[in-house]
């Protein structure tokens, strides 16, 4: 199993940018492809976004597109989300994972971190 925490969530204004983290330990998670979920308030998760084991290839939801970027260390065991532009319907907490099967399908693997909150105000 791998542990994973999520970190870089806070308050911004609409239209601000945040950089999220997330770390892995306990193994290695260079072998596997990496996803971002998020959960807002009342809402069931979302797979937002995905990069593929060796950061050649990535994914994003449609509402997202030209305004997040992830991407990924593998040396440091961690998977980075980018977010520029944010609006209020970006207010969630987020969550990464190994992924399972095509990158695109976001299949979760591992338990879920506590995830970070990204709060967007208006």
């Known amino acids: 199993q791998v542990q994973l925490v999520e970190s870089g969530g806070g308050l911004v204004q609409a239209g601000g940018s945040l950089r999220l983290s997330c770390a892995a330990s306990?193994?290695?998670?260079?072998?596997?492809?990496m996803g971002w979920f998020r959960q807002a308030p009342g809402k069931e998760r979302e797979f937002v976004a995905a990069?593929?084991?060796?950061?050649?290839?990535?994914y994003f939801i449609d509402p997202v597109k030209g305004r997040f970027t992830i991407s990924r260390d593998n040396a440091k065991n961690t998977v980075y989300l980018q977010i520029n532009s944010l609006k209020p319907e970006d207010t969630a907490v987020y969550y990464c994972?190994?992924?399972?099967?095509?990158?695109?399908?976001?299949?979760?693997?591992?338990?879920w971190g506590q995830g970070t909150l990204v709060t967007v105000s208006s």
């Open positions: 306990g193994r290695s998670f260079g072998g596997y492809d």
């Open positions: 990069i593929k084991w060796s950061g050649r290839s990535t």
């Open positions: 994972n190994r992924l399972v099967g095509e990158m695109e399908m976001g299949n979760a693997f591992d338990a």
